[in-house]
């Protein structure tokens, strides 16, 4: 087996799972460096969101193992590997719909505190917490909307609120599954802009899923491609496009831009 680098924040090895006859996914091998973005593509059913829930611990692998910060979580429990530093963004937005936005991130950042179990005490008293609430509102330029009931949010600000809740549990590993979803064409620059801000200050690792190859191309340090369950093709934007199999598989399929 090949030596690992030190700085691998995540790692899969012949990663597999089935579905009855369909194999899902199919002996992937990743190795995501901290601190870097990476962004994997593919058509529909390649197997994308199903390593996600892998890696998430929502389905357990028929086969292979999964490493975070040098740890075998293989068989660890979904809440826990959140405990430990992986915090995903689904296709649907995921927030508490009937309290405000600030609610929505105190509460993932009272999770992560030492106040965690103390439900009754008065919030007011830990304005530590508070202020790191404002601070994840700020990154995604939601806080002027910080006293607004989650569910009247738009679209897209509901999607910015989970990547603040995603930043407000302190993740390491940031996944975003499609988090373009949904979203019309002049409305992807809000998110892009969000994601991009979290980006540039290298205080993450992300790993998105998404079928915009514009935003892809232009976010990512490197690209893996995944088809029929297997990975095709990993490396930088630039070599991925000009990657004849990738081209094949998916970039010259039309309505996948």
Known sequence: MPEVQPNIILRTVD???SFGKQIAVNKVSLNIPAGDFVSIIGPNGAGKTTLFNLITGALKPDSGAIFFKGQNITR??????????????????????SISVLENVRL????????????????????QLTEYAHYC??????????????RNLTHPDQR?????????????LMLLDE???????????MIVEV????RERGQKTIFMVEHKMHMVLSLSDRVAVMNYG????????QEIRNNQDVQNAYLGRKGDS
């Open 15 to 17: 990663l597999t799972r």
């Open 108 to 127: 993932a950042v009272q999770a992560k505190s030492q106040y965690k179990y103390n439900l009754y005490e008065k919030f007011e008293k830990f304005s």
């Open 76 to 97: 660890i429990k979904e809440y826990k590997r959140v405990l430990m530093g992986i915090a995903r963004c689904f296709q649907i937005t995921n927030v508490f719909p």
């Open 230 to 237: 297997s990975l095709i093709a990993e490396g930088s934007p």
């Open 160 to 172: 910015k609120l989970e990547i603040a809740i995603q930043l407000a549990s302190q993740a390491e």
């Open 179 to 189: 988090p373009t979803s949904g979203m019309s064409a002049e409305e992807v620059p």
């Open 137 to 150: 509102l700020e990154m995604v330029q939601l806080i002027r909307q910080k006293d607004t009931i989650a």
């Open 195 to 198: 994601i991009k801000g979290i």
